[in-house]
């Protein structure tokens, strides 16, 4: 039975991986800012076959009520065998552009609030000498694209930060994996004009994700096919790079 915390745990990726773990009995210790989803979220993974959710109400934006939490779900679970990271915003380029403070509160959600979490959640694992992290982070942090630049650093520094925390916690006998999913099926791209091909349902990439984690992949694209584009995007020449519009 996997001990399995989730912040960000009302987010479509991580309940779509929840839903999966809830078949094998796994506990949850699940942690989201809206109290309402949150309690249909762990009413769903105990009907779907979950030993126990226990929710736990917090805004991952603001990190001094990360170590309560931490302490909190130790108490409830004891030990962490999986820590899933799936929180985060899609912010408006043009207004971060325009608002110096919207686009530092946009990095925050999704690049340093996310290390501060990793490094209080790496310390138990460190001390557990066992575990997984598991970190949402996105294909857009591959390459500073104009027209998401400020998600696309935030993204890009969450998952240095985790290559680096990988090599620290494979010493202690514990894993990092950086999941970097492309276009998903979410509230979050809903409205954007994108190719119906390029769009991958949460199912298929929840598969992947946990997948990923039994093989303690290191960088685990979402769909595999990201890591390809990706690539090809990466090995463009700045010169042509800054030309395009991406």
């Given amino acids: 039975m996997k001990k399995i915390l989730i912040v960000g745990a009302t ?13 094998e009995g796994s506990e949850f210790f699940l942690v989201a800012r809206g109290e309402q989803k949150l ?19 917090m805004d991952a934006s603001d990190t001094a009520l990360y170590p309560d939490m931490l302490e909190r779900c130790l108490e409830t679970l004891h030990t962490v065998d999986i820590c899933l990271i799936a929180y985060g915003t899609l912010p408006n380029q ?16 999704n690049g340093s609030t996310v290390i501060a979490l990793l490094t209080l959640v790496a310390n138990q694992l460190v ?27 935030a993204k890009a520094a969450v998952s240095t930060f985790c290559e680096g925390l990988r090599a620290r916690l494979f010493k202690a006998g514990a894993h990092v994996i950086t999941i970097k999913p492309g276009f998903v099926d979410t509230p979050m791209t809903q409205g954007l004009a994108l190719p119906a091909f390029l769009v991958a349902q949460p199912e298929v990439v929840a598969r992947r994700i946990i997948a990923g984690i039994e093989r303690k992949v290191s960088v685990l694209y979402v769909p595999a096919f990201w890591a390809l584009i990706m690539c090809l995007i990466r090995a463009l020449p700045q010169s042509l790079f800054k030309r395009l519009n991406l």
């Fill in 39 to 57: 309690q249909q979220t762990c009413a769903d993974l105990r009907a779907r076959g979950a030993s126990a959710a226990v929710p736990y109400i």
């Fill in 11 to 23: 987010s479509t990726i991580a309940n779509a991986c929840a839903r999966l773990w809830a078949g």
């Fill in 127 to 153: 001390a557990q000498r066992n575990g997984t992290l598991a970190v949402i982070s996105s294909v857009a942090g591959d390459r500073g694209r104009p027209s998401n630049y400020v998600y696309g650093s």
């Fill in 94 to 109: 043009s207004a971060c552009e325009r608002d110096v403070e919207l686009a530092m509160a946009e990095f925050a959600n």
